[in-house]
T-cell receptor, first 114, second 112 residues
């Protein structure tokens, strides 16, 4: 079946612009996660959704970052007034809603801020 | 000390070798263990998912958990150049956070 789909796959934008990253999870997965991965670094957790609610948004690095999920499906991660340090790969994962279920990842959006 | 430690490598081996990739952890509550493979410019792909101690085999891959030593391993038999990737371990606790704890990954290079 279809996996986690992320778009765009690449995004280049100027510093100060806003960007929107989209994630379409696996059908039936109620849990959705956003991570950030910088070159040579590990996965940095950003936010977790259960359905349309975000019980854990502790990883969002600043108030420039926000995310929403609608219809228990598609999620959008928005970064306002982008900075060069926002350049990274943004990964989305989904899983069944129970604890300890393995996550399935998309291929990410490579974001470059000029 | 990080909750999950993983040597970043790179680990370079000849084709056909047996590869051992390892993670150590400090949280004795971890019960679920996962291994992911991440190719360059791709997302992590789930390889193995195990619960508690013991071994699990899937083709050329064997996942091993030693909870007494807080040590997990992924063995790759008859390694191939196509196995060249970064391997990440992840783990979570029963009743704990929904967010698993990931290692930073080990880069594996299998040369022909």
């Amino acid at each position: 079946g279809a996996g986690v789909s992320q778009s765009p796959s690449n995004k280049v934008t100027e510093k100060g612009k806003d960007v929107e990253l989209r994630c379409d999870p696996i059908s039936g997965h109620t849990a959705l996660y956003w991570y950030r991965q910088s070159l040579g670094q590990g996965l940095e957790f950003l936010i977790y959704f259960q359905g349309n609610s975000a019980p854990d948004k502790s990883g969002l690095p600043s108030d420039r970052f926000s995310a929403e999920r609608t219809g228990g499906s598609v999620s959008t991660l928005t970064i306002q007034r982008t900075q060069q340090e926002d350049s990274a790969v943004y990964l989305c994962a989904s899983s069944y809603g129970e604890r300890n279920q393995p996550q399935h990842f998309g291929d990410g959006t490579r974001l470059s801020i000029l | 000390q990080k909750e999950v430690e993983q040597d970043p490598g790179p680990l370079s081996v000849p084709e056909g070798a047996i590869v051992s990739l390892n993670c150590t952890y400090s949280n004795s509550a971890f019960q679920y263990f996962m291994w992911y493979r991440q190719y360059s410019r791709k997302g992590p792909e789930l390889l193995m998912y195990t619960y508690s101690s013991g071994n699990k085999e899937d083709g050329r891959f064997t996942a091993q958990v030693d909870k007494s030593s807080k040590y997990i391993s992924l063995f790759i038999r008859d390694s191939q150049p196509s196995d060249s990737a970064t391997y990440l371990c992840a783990m979570s606790a029963v009743g704990g956070s929904y967010i698993p704890t990931f290692g930073r990954g080990t880069s594996l290079i299998v040369h022909p």
